[in-house]
């Protein structure tokens, strides 16, 4: 059984104008002791759908419909209060994008964590610091600095200690969402292996968002490709990287360039992601897809399972991709 | 193809911090960040030269130096052969129009109540080059149409709320381009921008290169694009260069220990079996206070004595291909 399971989550935002349909019909799964990615561009609904797992909406996020099922349990009917002592943190949690916001500026970092532990966990003072100091070393900071202030940690140890903040409480899954987008290339790889071997460690579940899928690629067993609220291809991550079935998923892994190829002009997808107010009708990759034909306007595709069992597509065409290859 | 259009010698540019208290009780002299250290280049007709380096390295202000909007502390600043260093404010006007920016902020970097024809004749008016108000709408929708927002109509009359990113960081393109400049700033022009466009912002300036024999600096941290699009990548640390010579030379034998680190960080696009691979521990050191002899040597892996004492001199091991290290050889 899967450790989460999410099907046809629906989360839309309440705005003036009407609906921001953020995520529509999100299913997927993540197994025990396994990492999924969840890829897409800015607005696509990905970290909308990290905080309506988390249960951390703004006023005017509502989840319409759907189930996510924790070890085996509906959570989402759950009462706030319980949801908070039993699920937040202490069965999963998350890892902020921005780790300079995400800690107080005006409070120790150690204290920052232990206070994480005391909140949702019925133990003294020290043990929390104890406990804290451990989790510092865990992720490869010094223990004396659990007195230091955010502002005396560089930017790499910050995401360190907002990553040891998350597995205060041993969760059983982690959400990290960008968790280095702020870094420099060379921080980035020392944070994401740190993140690896903690995961191996720990035997750790983990939600990797991300609009990079070269970090996705390298951390992550399957993949999930998000556009516009709605996941267009699902996957083990070497059949989507190797054989992507949708035009969106393949436009989008060809926008990065490899370094060790032979230079090349670097691709890229005409047009822009669409207003999630109103989404265009059938296919929501249609008004940018160089494949769509009538169908594709009217008729939105269901996620099917298409090269095997395991790796799913939403997309009408999704046999026709090597032509896209040809043209460009 | 090998006029030169734009040389830096020996650019140097120091920020003079305030004294602490603590420092002028015990007489130590005020802390300088070396933001630029020595830096010299060389720009082509034509050519597109990448500065490439984690934050903090200087490559910004090496971009703002380069432009004169910031004062060199010391070095020169040759254009088209003609040393503009010392120049005034007045006799640098007319250098200003070969030498133009493109900041990273599409969003930011534009007057939000002006419309695209306003912004990208702004730089015109400036010039003194509007006499002709024809002429000067002539000349917007020609740069409209060879940044390719195609019809400049539907272009010309909008404001920049109407834009996607990466349209708008065309219409920067434009602003800049509309002097018709010898070369171009490109100041992390896509790191904004969302990743499936930034290839047709990087890809219109290969094009204007090609065709337009405009020269572009691109300045990024993003080693991978700069490879694809760049002809000669200067590799910046702590304010120094450490490696230059062509793109291809540079990924492919990279000879320094930093291009080497910064190369196997850029994480390749597909899975592999080895995973990540971390060459260099620990963060880029404060530039108020840079280690002795060569700046990296504390994070080196081949670090030797010498490399604690003597900074290394910027050498040619052969075929233009410049690098800082005691220990490079080819």
Redesign the interface.
């Known amino acids: 059984m899967a450790l989460l399971e999410v099907k046809d989550l629906k989360m839309y935002y309440k705005v003036r104008r009407g609906d921001v349909k953020a995520v529509d019909g999100v299913s997927f799964e993540i197994e025990k002791g396994e990492a999924m990615g969840l890829a897409g ?2 607005g696509c609904g990905k970290s909308s759908m990290a905080t309506t797992l988390l249960r951390l909406l703004p006023n005017n996020g509502r989840i319409l419909d759907g189930s996510i099922k924790f070890d085996g349990k509906e959570i989402l009917d759950l009462p706030e209060e319980q949801f908070r002592q039993d699920y937040r943190w202490q069965r999963m949690s998350i890892i902020f994008q921005g780790a300079m916001n995400a800690l107080n500026p005006v409070h120790r970092i150690g204290k920052q964590i232990s206070e994480a532990i005391i909140t949702h966990e019925n133990v003294s003072k020290n043990e929390a610091k104890k406990r804290a100091e451990e989790l510092l070393e865990m992720v490869g900071i010094n223990s004396e600095r659990y007195r230091n202030y955010p502002h005396e940690f ?4 910050k995401q360190r200690a907002v990553i040891a903040m998350a597995l205060a409480c041993n969760p059983d899954l982690i959400i990290a969402d960008e968790p280095t987008t702020a870094l ?7 944070v ?2 740190a993140i ?1 071997s903690l995961r191996k460690k720990m035997g750790l579940s983990m939600l990797l968002i991300s ?5 996705i ?3 992550c067993d399957k993949v999930a490709i998000m556009y516009a609220g709605r996941i267009v291809e699902y996957g083990p ?2 059949k989507v ?2 054989n992507p079935l949708h035009p969106y998923s393949y ?3 060809s ?6 190829a032979p ?8 047009g ?2 669409p207003n999630l107010l109103e989404p265009p009708s059938g296919c929501r990759f249609s008004p940018r897809c160089p494949l769509a034909d009538s169908k594709c306007f009217t008729d939105e595709p269901e996620l099917m399972a298409i090269d095997g069992k395991n790796h799913l597509v939403a997309c009408h065409k999704a046999g026709a991709l090597g032509k896209v290859g040809e043209q460009s | 193809m090998n006029e030169v259009v734009f040389e830096a010698k020996n650019l140097k540019k120091h920020f003079f911090l305030r004294k602490s208290l603590k420092d002028t009780f015990q007489g130590k002299a005020a802390p300088v960040v070396h933001a630029v250290d020595d830096v010299s280049f060389t720009v082509k007709k034509g050519e597109i030269v990448g500065v490439v380096g984690e934050s903090g390295c200087g490559k910004t202000t090496l971009g703002r130096v380069v432009l004169k909007l910031l004062e060199p502390t010391d070095g020169s600043i040759v254009v088209e052969g003609q040393d503009i260093t010392k120049l005034s404010p007045e006799k640098m006007k007319p250098y200003r129009r070969k030498m133009q920016l493109v900041f990273q902020d599409p969003f930011e970097s534009m007057n939000p109540r002006l419309d695209i024809y306003s912004i990208i004749a702004e730089p015109l008016r400036i010039q003194g080059l509007d006499k002709n108000e024809a002429e000067v709408e002539a000349k917007i929708r020609k740069t409209l149409e060879e940044v390719e927002l195609k019809p400049a109509d539907e272009y010309i009359y909008r404001y920049p709320h109407e834009l996607s990113g990466g349209q708008r960081q065309r219409i920067a393109i434009a602003r800049a381009l509309v002097l018709d400049p010898e070369f171009i700033v490109a100041d992390e022009p896509v790191s904004m921008l969302d990743v499936s466009i930034r290839g047709e912002v990087l890809n219109l300036m290969l094009r204007l290169a090609k065709e337009k024999q405009v020269s572009f600096i691109y300045i990024t941290h993003d080693l991978a694009t700069a490879r694809h699009i760049c002809d000669r990548i200067v590799v910046m640390y702590l304010g120094e260069a450490v490696e230059q010579c062509s793109a291809d030379e540079l990924v492919y034998s990279p000879l320094h220990p930093y291009t080497k680190a910064l190369i196997s960080a850029v994480l390749p696009p597909k899975p592999q079996k080895d995973g990540i691979k971390v060459i260099l521990e620990g963060e880029v050191p404060n530039a108020a206070n840079p280690p002795s002899g060569c700046r990296l040597h504390p994070r080196c892996p081949i670090a030797q004595k010498i490399c604690t004492k003597e900074s290394p001199k910027l050498k040619d091991v052969g075929n233009n291909h410049l690098v800082a290290c005691h220990f490079a050889k080819k």
Request: aromatic share 4%.
């Open positions: 561009e800015s560089s930017g790499g140890m420099d290339v060379m921080v980035q790889a020392q994401l292996e690896q609009h990079d899928l070269s970090v690629a390298q951390t991550s070497t990287y190797n436009g989008l892994l926008s990065f360039p490899d370094i060790m230079r090349s002009p670097i691709q890229s997808i005409p822009s992601p």
